[in-house]
């Protein structure tokens, strides 16, 4: 199995900055795609941020320009660097990783890290 976990959320004021961070572990053979996605409370799980191997970037609308996605592949790991943070952004950001596990390209969740934003 592959294991994902996260670190790095916390409160911050209007403004501020965090870096979160993902780790995946477990035996696996490859890891393809690895992202960030989070949901607020009362709303649906979103897409904030995608990175591929061959590092590919994607962001939501929402956090372009605010938000920076980086992997370092030795470590498998994955970054989320968000900068000028606004209330709107609070929420549980979730790890996503596409691994190549046990014969087959599956999708993994990671147990979410809170991210609380104050004006």
């Known amino acids: 199995q592959v294991q994902l976990v996260e670190s790095g959320g916390g409160l911050v004021q209007a403004g501020g900055s965090l870096r979160l961070s993902c780790t995946a572990s477990?035996?696996?053979?490859?890891?393809?795609?690895m992202g960030w996605y989070r949901q607020a409370p009362g709303k649906q799980r979103e897409l904030v941020a995608t990175?591929?191997?061959?590092?590919?970037?994607n962001y939501a609308d929402s956090v372009k320009d605010r938000f920076t996605i980086s992997r370092d592949n030795a470590k498998n790991t994955v970054y989320l660097q968000m900068g000028s943070l606004k209330p709107e952004d609070t929420a549980v950001y979730y790890c996503?990783?596409?691994?190549?596990?046990?014969?087959?390209?599956?999708?993994?969740w990671g147990q979410g890290t809170q991210v609380t934003v104050s004006s």
């Open positions: 996503n990783a596409m691994a190549y596990y046990s014969g087959s390209w599956r999708n993994y």
């Open positions: 477990g035996s696996m053979f490859s890891i393809d795609r």
């Open positions: 990175i591929t191997n061959s590092v590919s970037r």
